[in-house]
């Protein structure tokens, strides 16, 4: 494969993002959102897209696209449908195409198969941050917020509570 050649493919990288992505969407969602990488004019492409269920009616103003079957490519969760022999009728949500562009590597098409938005950095075109930096401890950052940086202060006394003195607040505080 040459340099230019793996210019028009998804890194792996870009492929596990593309990954989180669908799953993040089903999750959201809640229906299964396949996501399918496709190769068109030595350019790859991911399509994000709902199966529809037998009984579901279509939808004239959506688009619809076909889905699996033999040596369809997929990332993500497969919502436990068969895409290596079955092929589905899905209703389109969206998609990204790679391009020789220098200044837009990606193309993101909206609901319509229509020019979204482009980008470079393939993170700036998806709904959800897809890294896996780890996150700031909140009650660090809560007691830093607050200026507490002494310890708590030790309460006298014992009643027949047996919480030392401390309250406890159920509800609003008024």
């Known amino acids: 494969m040459s340099a230019s050649d793996f210019t028009l493919n998804f890194t792996e990288e870009e492929l596990i993002m593309l990954g989180k992505t669908a799953d993040g969407l089903s999750a959201y969602m809640g229906k299964s959102v396949l996501a399918e990488i496709g190769m068109d004019d030595e350019a790859e492409w991911v399509i994000f897209a709902i199966p529809l269920g037998v009984d579901e009616e ?7 696209v076909q889905m699996g079957g033999s ?9 436990g ?28 098409l909206d609901e319509h198969g229509n020019e979204f938005d482009f980008s470079n950095d393939l993170a700036e075109l998806l709904p959800f941050e897809t890294t896996d930096e780890e996150l700031p401890d ?5 007691a830093e917020d607050l200026g507490d940086d002494q310890e708590p202060e030790d309460f006298e006394g014992d009643d027949d509570r047996g919480d030392h003195g401390r309250h406890t607040h159920k509800g609003p505080l008024h």
């Open 81 to 108: 449908l068969d895409l290596d022999t079955d092929i589905y009728d899905c209703r389109y949500l969206w998609s990204i195409q790679i391009t020789d562009d220098p200044e837009a590597r990606f193309v993101r």
């Open 138 to 142: 909140p009650d660090l950052e809560l």
């Open 58 to 64: 279509h939808d004239d103003k959506a688009v619809h």
């Open 71 to 79: 040596g369809a490519r997929f990332v993500g969760g497969r919502g």
